[in-house]
């Protein structure tokens, strides 16, 4: 894994190593210290910025996704116990004109997280490859401007007594035992807040129906425990970055959704009574308040007062 690896692990390095040398210019200080926590801190957001094109992306794609599910049960609905192939490709072109129609697919939601995955897994290597570098037992001698002396020094830095190699499986250590746990549950509730926010806040009524909306519900519940029961395998540096990037998904998305909300959904309704606050106190009838007030039927043409003639 390693050899694959290798390039997004020296990137990885370079950028950790970087952020703790502007840090220790600031004041944190060189050596072991909390410079390295923030340090790892600084490549999640490094990386999470980057991303920010793609995470728009996944925005519209789920946002589209959610919008078809009535379009989309329809055309299942039509074909639903027909095997032949004239059906089978008629329904797979109408589904595919479909995804054309609102400008997604089903793997654009997924692109950030599959993009993540390698930095994820690449920090975990470069993690526990640090005290190997910094006793001279690992097969190799640095990574990227890690050497023995740096990998010491990011090796002996902690958060409140757990070190940031600190395995909660393979350590005795109570204080990194105990911040192990605390940044599990953050992942856990971070994670499963912003699944939340997508799923329940940002759908519209017709998507929370159906087959995929049952999907989405189960997984909204089964990822906060996925990381609850892996996050005991991953050094506690690892576990700093997930818990950042939960974080800056929540804001994210909060943000996109209070601004952008997908039509007929929670959020969008939301969005239009803050509108129409907005113009109350500033003393405007809302268009859509307007067209309710006005009365059906004949148009009521503007009268003229009556001027009494002067006698």
């Known amino acids: 894994m390693d050899t694959i690896l290798s390039p997004i692990m020296w990137v990885v390095a370079w950028v950790m190593y970087g952020a703790h040398w502007v840090f220790a210019r600031l004041g944190f200080g060189d050596g072991p210290g909390f410079a390295w926590v923030l340090a790892i801190i600084a490549l999640t957001l490094i990386m999470r910025a ?55 697919n089903p793997f654009a939601s ?35 401007p890690i050497d023995q002396a740096i990998a010491s020094d990011f090796e002996r830095s902690s958060l409140f007594g ?54 989405q519900k189960m997984m909204l519940y089964v990822l906060p425990l996925v990381f609850a029961f892996s996050g005991v395998n991953f050094p506690v540096g690892v576990l700093i970055y997930w818990t950042v990037t939960n974080l800056w998904s929540m804001g994210q998305q909060y943000y996109t959704i209070k601004r952008m909300p997908a039509p007929g959904s929670e959020a969008e309704r939301r969005l239009q009574e803050r509108k129409a606050r907005k113009l109350a106190a500033k003393g405007i009838v809302p268009e859509v308040v307007a067209e309710q007030a006005r009365p059906t039927g004949q ?3 503007p009268q003229r007062k009556n001027r009494k003639k002067k006698g």
Do not use: W
């Open 50 to 104: 980057a991303m920010i094109p793609l995470f728009v992306k996944q925005i519209k794609a789920s946002r589209g996704m959610q919008i078809m599910q009535p379009e989309l049960q329809a055309v299942q609905k039509k074909y639903k116990g027909k095997q032949d192939p004239a059906s089978r490709e008629a329904m797979t072109r109408e589904t595919m004109e479909l995804y054309k129609k609102h400008g997604t």
């Open 110 to 144: 997924c692109l950030p997280i599959l993009l993540q995955s390698p930095i994820f897994f690449a920090l975990f290597r470069v993690l526990t490859h640090l005290k190997g570098i910094a006793d001279g037992t690992a097969p190799m001698t640095h990574i990227g």
């Open 162 to 215: 757990a070190h940031l190699s600190e395995v909660f499986l393979h350590t005795d250590n109570t204080a990194a035992r105990v911040v192990v746990i605390v940044l599990i549950v953050a992942m856990s509730v971070t994670t499963f807040t912003t699944q939340r926010q997508l799923t329940m806040k940002n759908m519209p009524k017709a998507a929370l129906e159906g087959p995929m909306a049952g999907t």
């Open 299 to 301: 148009r009521v043409q």
